[in-house]
T-cell receptor, first 118, second 114 residues
Framework: AQKVTQAQTEISVVEKEDVTLDCVYETRDTTYYLFWYKQPPSGELVFLIRRNSFDEQNEISGRYSWNFQKSTSSFNFTITASQVVDSAVYFCALSESYTSGNTGKLIFGQGTTLQVKP | EPEVTQTPSHQVTQMGQEVILRCVPISNHLYFYWYRQILGQKVEFLVSFYNNEISEKSEIFDDQFSVERPDGSNFTLKIRSTKLEDSAMYFC????????????FGNGTRLTVT
């Protein structure tokens, strides 16, 4: 069974602090994809990054970085020098391969609400 | 950049009424999805749709729900006989269907059942 766990329900930081959002996943598939989405207060779901199960290289995009570790089934997201505009709910999600009968659907974690205070 | 559009943005209905939520997916996408998010909770998968039929559905997607792609562009979610607990944000999403493609989400329809 596939499952995504984001143990941190809410995080509050002061602007310019670094913050890491944790994501742990479960899957029996050997081929899968992991995603992060951002949901700002306006409510839409914004795609941030995708990672496939064969690529454990960390990725950096501006102030955002992602650490994928298969050994611990984790895909953590770090925001460096956080800004007020980073305040949002962040969702980690998992998609298994089509060969396992999956239709490309995403299974989301519970989300982490990040509040960045000025 | 092409986007998924959903209408209406907010729908208020009385318990027991039928509602239809509409979505226009990105034109060259092949897979379509509906998700639900009850206020403050996680985003839950309802159904996926491919080649004009349901390809997968969750246990939430019971006989009360149906989906349709009536004209090759719109993708609708119908909820028959709405209940109070159907109040939620409903998101439509589409994907080109390549393995591991991210889902592109619409801005959602907030459904309020009174």
């Amino acid at each position: 069974a596939q499952k995504v766990t984001q143990a941190q329900t809410e995080i509050s930081v002061v602007e310019k602090e670094d913050v890491t959002l944790d994501c742990v996943y479960e899957t029996r598939d050997t081929t899968y994809y992991l995603f992060w989405y951002k949901q700002p207060p306006s409510g839409e779901l914004v795609f941030l990054i995708r990672r496939n199960s064969f690529d454990e290289q960390n990725e950096i995009s501006g102030r955002y970085s992602w650490n994928f570790q298969k050994s611990t089934s984790s895909f953590n997201f770090t925001i460096t020098a956080s800004q007020v505009v980073d305040s949002a709910v962040y969702f980690c999600a998992l998609s298994e391969s089509y060969t396992s009968g999956n239709t490309g659907k995403l299974i989301f974690g519970q989300g982490t609400t990040l509040q960045v205070k000025p | 950049e092409p986007e998924v559009t959903q209408t209406p943005s907010h729908q208020v209905t009385q318990m027991g009424q039928e509602v239809i939520l509409r979505c226009v997916p990105i034109s060259n996408h092949l897979y379509f999805y509906w998700y639900r998010q009850i206020l403050g909770q996680k985003v839950e998968f309802l159904v996926s749709f491919y080649n004009n039929e349901i390809s997968e559905k969750s246990e939430i997607f019971d006989d009360q729900f149906s989906v349709e792609r009536p004209d090759g562009s719109n993708f609708t979610l119908k909820i028959r006989s709405t209940k109070l607990e159907d109040s939620a944000m409903y998101f439509c999403a589409s994907s080109p269907g390549r393995h591991g493609s991210p889902l592109h989400f619409g801005n959602g329809t907030r459904l309020t059942v009174t």
